[in-house]
């Protein structure tokens, strides 16, 4: 529920950097976000620190996943409803690209009136985690594209870049009137439940789960390939991450937290502000703290994280899925400390935004105001508390929180009652559409 393109390892996430590299191109009314129900607030609020306002219209949620070919069409299908035939430039959310290769990309326009165009990127090794494309002949700033290969072993990755061939970035500029030909004929199911179901719903119900890559790009003879030789990655696990940004002088990477490291070298270091992370004799490795959750592993180990995922899933623990820092269209709260009986929250609420209007059956609520302050609505009744101030909420009580100030609302919020738990809520007035 918190994926790794809205962190922030730097000063913006990965998503709003992919948002402000599409603002080269375009403008924010003409950028759409194909994501899910979970992360749609994500998007509005991350758009917004930026300083701008996406159109909720231009946030397309896909009622399930189903790999990135249904993504694009559903993305596809409702920008040529708006604006008629156009070139479309389409990006992943979690990469990091340099800017500068904007303007190449803007520049392959013309090739997308005949081609699927996609960008392959000059290999700087023998990467294993990429696929690669083989160009073919020549065709204006681009390349026919003779063949795409999956995931190589080492000595395959060395042979594919002696032969000229370049990573598969994921990128794609499609002119729709090309994309929907080339999707009746290589995928008729797809294209047919596109074309003959009004709900995203009834089409995510009928279309298989499949890519881009296996259901169209490798299969069909208009597709070309353009060059990119600049900074690239998918940032498809922790040693990704490792290199891509800048190390001290000991070529260690230290996020949020203080570090006493001591002949200790090349490794990354993420934890929480104001806590001391102290490695001796410690290299290559990845150290990762989260209030609930430790990953200590080898940096050459790192793909394996998907092992303890899956491991978690297994087992049913929710803490695959939701970190302790929960994101709303409001604001954020995070989990201090959870019982069966009681639950204890640090809830930030940000200027000028308001929770639901709400009540809970089965717990009652105390409130302290840390920071800011705060309006408070209950069964009716409205009043302001400032720093210091508390009230307390009994259970069955309408009751609703806003921030009517310019600065982020903290709140300390106890929650005790014999069920403590999130679905414990009643809605009777949302300005985000939440039921």
């Not at 991350?46 to 896909?62: A, K, M, R, S």
């Not at 990354?268 to 990762?288: A, E, G, R, T």
């Not at 609520?365 to 909420?393: K, N, P």
Request: charged share 30%; hydrophobic share 35%.
């Amino acid at each position: 529920m918190y994926p790794k393109q809205f962190l922030k390892l730097n000063d913006t996430s990965l998503f709003q950097d992919t948002v402000l590299r599409c603002l080269e191109i375009s403008d924010i009314t003409e950028i759409f976000v194909v994501t899910n129900e979970s992360q749609k607030f994500f998007v509005i609020g991350q758009v917004e620190e930026l300083g701008y306002e996406i159109p909720v219209d231009n946030i397309l949620l896909e009622p399930v996943g189903r790999n990135t070919l249904p993504a694009i069409a559903f993305g596809m299908q409702e920008i040529k409803k708006r604006f008629g035939r156009s070139v479309v430039g389409i990006f992943s959310s979690d990469h990091v690209l340099d800017k500068n290769a904007m303007a190449t990309i803007r520049n392959a326009e013309e090739l997308a009136s005949e081609y699927l165009l996609t960008f392959g990127v000059v290999p700087t090794s023998p990467h294993t985690g990429y696929g690669y494309i083989k160009p073919a002949e020549p065709i204006g700033c681009g390349f026919k594209v003779s063949e795409f290969k999956e995931k190589p072993d080492v000595s395959s990755a060395r042979k594919y870049i002696e032969d000229g061939c370049l990573w598969n970035s994921g990128m794609f500029l499609f002119d729709t009137d090309v994309f929907f030909e080339e999707l009746e004929r290589y995928a008729p199911e797809i294209s047919a439940a596109f074309n003959d179901s009004e709900s995203v719903k009834d089409i995510y119900e009928r279309v298989a789960s499949i890519s881009i890559d296996y259901g169209i790009m490798e299969r069909s003879d208009r597709v070309a390939v353009v060059k990119l030789d600049e900074r690239w990655s998918d940032l498809g696990n922790f040693n990704a991450i490792y290199e891509e940004f800048d190390k001290d002088e000991n070529s260690n990477i230290v996020y949020n937290c203080d570090d006493v490291l001591i002949n200790s070298s090349s490794n990354l270091i993420y934890s929480k502000p104001d806590k001391i992370v102290s490695l001796v004799d410690i290299k290559d490795m990845i150290v990762v703290d989260t209030p609930d959750a430790l990953l200590v592993c080898p940096k050459d180990s790192s793909q394996k994280v998907k092992d303890v995922v899956s491991a978690l899933k297994d087992s049913n623990d929710e803490r695959a899925q939701l970190h302790q820092t929960v994101y709303r269209p409001w604001g954020s709260y995070t989990i201090l400390e959870n019982s069966e009986r009681h639950k204890i929250k640090n809830i930030i609420v940000m200027p000028q935004k308001k929770l639901s209007l709400q009540l809970h059956h089965h717990r009652s609520e105390h409130w302290v105001v840390v920071e800011g302050m705060a309006c408070v609505q209950v069964d009716g009744e409205q009043y302001f508390l400032r720093q210091g101030e508390s009230t307390f909420i009994r259970s069955g009580m309408k009751h609703r929180l806003s921030n009517p100030g310019k600065v982020p609302l903290e709140i300390i919020e106890v929650q005790l009652g014999e069920y403590v738990q999130e679905d414990d809520i009643v809605r009777f007035d949302d300005e985000y559409g939440r039921k």
